[in-house]
């Protein structure tokens, strides 16, 4: 079914043939086929879903358009709608919102729902308790198999996960967690006490979000408990909310290493004017701190004058410093991003780069060096303060790069800030000094 053809059918009222259609359609591919259709027509569309999958295409869709959605909704289908939601999903939508139309919305819900929502919202954005789920399997100790399941079978029957039951004793705190493959082959009176195993990773309710996601990368879990500061269980994480999270961090990382603020919309639902917002203040910090580069220039004059030639080559050397740098700064953001690197392995960091600086610096002095004098007709001194430099220069940016986005983890900033933008613009810096330096040297000037 194509976009034009369902909004060609709600614009002619063929309801019944749309109501039809979306009816055998998966939740995710409704969301994305409708999402995009006029405010008037998305309602209209949206109320055609039978109720028990309205919750699920809403939750597949952006943001954005949950909260425009949800708006020209009745109250009481606003309140279905957060009812079925799980909380963690619920929480996010609500984040968004006015506090004005958050008060609204939660006053027609049951207050069960309304009180574990309001519970997530006071957790700081990005922790562990504000992307948690409260919808999980949870057994009390002392329960035989029997009991435990049919407590499960009590229990709401809509869970974030299925694979895992958690045990707590009775103040809620967590003892251990169970497969629930355990409960089908043991047999029914088995004690779940002796079957529950101890829970190697629990998460806490003010864990980083990074971190939360590099325990399930690192370990391939599926679902982890999170506890409050007293062990007490509180909620879960699926690996479904990771995924997000790690596109969410690596679209953040890759937006600070461009110089942009990130930003948590997509592309084509930014303004101009927010976009404009977000990456001015950067492009005036690195303008400015461009016009060192103008002023060391500006201070050789003289040199450049007497050698002309000399101007030709500082586009090269300051690009190709610029690119080593990078290089050596994505590549220790990254490993610092998994925990491959630490500060203190900035020692070995800098011995390595040293030997690829120094193997690439002459590799390139070597081809420049043939091009030079084959080619461009340079005279042998000349080619030799430019290949020098060019050595020179590649150590120099790839030892920067590599060691400044680990003394910005280890002072607490960012590593990603001090990506391509900064390292380029301090190795365009260098080039130069290195530059005329040799040039002096080596020609007298």
């Given at each position: 079914?194509?976009?034009?053809?369902?909004?060609?059918?709600?614009?002619?009222?063929?309801?019944?043939?749309?109501?039809?259609?979306?009816?055998?359609?998966?939740?995710?591919?409704?969301?994305?086929?409708?999402?995009?259709?006029?405010?008037?027509?998305?309602?209209?569309?949206?109320?055609?879903?039978?109720?028990?999958?309205?919750?699920d295409v809403f939750a597949n869709m952006e943001e954005d358009v949950?909260?425009?959605?949800?708006?020209?909704?009745?109250?009481?289908?606003?309140?279905?709608?957060?009812?079925?939601?799980?909380?963690?999903?619920?929480?996010?939508?609500?984040?968004?919102?006015?506090?004005?139309?958050?008060?609204?919305?939660?006053?027609?819900?049951?207050?069960?729902?309304?009180?574990?929502?309001?519970?997530?919202?006071?957790?700081?954005?990005?922790?562990?308790?504000?992307?948690?789920?409260?919808?999980?399997?949870?057994?009390?100790?002392?329960?035989?198999?029997?009991?435990?399941?049919?407590?499960i079978r009590k229990q709401k029957d809509d869970f974030v996960?299925?694979?895992?039951?958690?045990?707590?004793?009775?103040?809620?705190?967590?003892?251990?967690?169970?497969?629930?493959?355990?409960?089908?082959?043991?047999?029914?009176?088995?004690?779940?006490?002796?079957?529950?195993?101890?829970?190697?990773?629990?998460?806490?309710?003010?864990?980083?979000?990074?971190?939360?996601?590099?325990?399930?990368?690192?370990?391939?879990?599926?679902?982890?408990?999170?506890?409050?500061?007293?062990?007490?269980?509180?909620?879960?994480?699926?690996?479904?909310?990771?995924?997000?999270?790690?596109?969410?961090?690596?679209?953040?990382?890759?937006?600070?290493?461009?110089?942009?603020?990130?930003?948590?919309?997509?592309?084509?639902?930014?303004?101009?004017?927010?976009?404009?917002?977000?990456?001015?203040?950067?492009?005036?910090?690195?303008?400015?701190?461009?016009?060192?580069?103008?002023?060391?220039?500006?201070?050789?004059?003289?040199?450049?004058?007497?050698?002309?030639?000399?101007?030709?080559?500082?586009?090269?050397?300051?690009?190709?410093?610029?690119?080593?740098?990078?290089?050596?700064?994505?590549?220790?953001?990254?490993?610092?991003?998994?925990?491959?690197?630490?500060?203190?392995?900035?020692?070995?960091?800098?011995?390595?780069?040293?030997?690829?600086?120094?193997?690439?610096?002459?590799?390139?002095?070597?081809?420049?060096?043939?091009?030079?004098?084959?080619?461009?007709?340079?005279?042998?001194?000349?080619?030799?303060?430019?290949?020098?430099?060019?050595?020179?220069?590649?150590?120099?940016?790839?030892?920067?790069?590599?060691?400044?986005?680990?003394?910005?983890?280890?002072?607490?900033?960012?590593?990603?800030?001090?990506?391509?933008?900064?390292?380029?613009?301090?190795?365009?810096?260098?080039?130069?000094?290195?530059?005329?330096?040799?040039?002096?040297?080596?020609?007298?000037?």
């Amino acid at each position: 079914m194509e976009f034009e053809e369902i909004k060609e059918l709600l614009v002619n009222r063929k309801l019944t043939e749309v109501k039809k259609i979306l009816k055998d359609m998966n939740e995710y591919d409704i969301a994305s086929l409708i999402e995009d259709l006029p405010e008037e027509l998305l309602v209209k569309a949206f109320r055609l879903l039978p109720k028990d999958m309205a919750s699920d295409v809403f939750a597949n869709m952006e943001e954005d358009v949950q909260v425009n959605l949800i708006t020209s909704l009745t109250k009481n289908e606003a309140a279905d709608i957060i009812e079925d939601m799980y909380t963690d999903d619920a929480a996010d939508l609500l984040d968004e919102m006015p506090a004005s139309m958050v008060t609204k919305l939660l006053s027609n819900v049951s207050k069960e729902t309304r009180s574990s929502i309001n519970k997530l919202l006071k957790y700081p954005d990005n922790s562990a308790g504000s992307l948690m789920a409260m919808e999980y399997i949870h057994l009390k100790k002392g329960l035989t198999i029997k009991e435990s399941i049919d407590r499960i079978r009590k229990q709401k029957d809509d869970f974030v996960s299925y694979d895992s039951c958690f045990v707590t004793d009775n103040s809620r705190k967590l003892l251990g967690i169970v497969d629930v493959k355990d409960l089908l082959i043991n047999p029914m009176d088995t004690m779940i006490d002796d079957i529950m195993q101890e829970c190697d990773h629990v998460l806490t309710t003010l864990m980083d979000q990074e971190e939360v996601a590099n325990i399930f990368q690192d370990y391939d879990y599926s679902t982890l408990p999170v506890v409050d500061s007293e062990n007490r269980l509180v909620g879960i994480i699926t690996i479904d909310d990771v995924v997000d999270i790690i596109e969410e961090e690596a679209t953040e990382d890759m937006e600070k290493m461009a110089a942009i603020t990130p930003s948590d919309k997509p592309y084509m639902k930014t303004g101009v004017i927010e976009t404009w917002k977000k990456r001015i203040p950067w492009l005036l910090l690195l303008m400015i701190s461009a016009t060192f580069t103008g002023s060391i220039i500006s201070h050789f004059e003289e040199a450049l004058a007497t050698y002309v030639v000399l101007t030709a080559f500082i586009p090269m050397l300051m690009d190709t410093g610029g690119n080593a740098g990078s290089q050596a700064s994505v590549s220790i953001i990254r490993s610092l991003s998994l925990e491959e690197v630490e500060y203190k392995d900035t020692l070995k960091v800098l011995w390595k780069e040293l030997r690829v600086s120094i193997l690439c610096g002459v590799t390139l002095a070597i081809a420049n060096f043939v091009k030079l004098i084959l080619f461009d007709g340079v005279g042998f001194t000349i080619a030799l303060v430019v290949c020098i430099t060019l050595v020179i220069t590649v150590l120099v940016a790839k030892l920067i790069g590599s060691s400044l986005p680990i003394l910005a983890k280890r002072l607490g900033f960012d590593p990603a800030v001090m990506a391509s933008p900064f390292i380029t613009t301090l190795v365009d810096a260098c080039s130069l000094l290195i530059y005329f330096r040799m040039a002096s040297l080596l020609l007298g000037i």
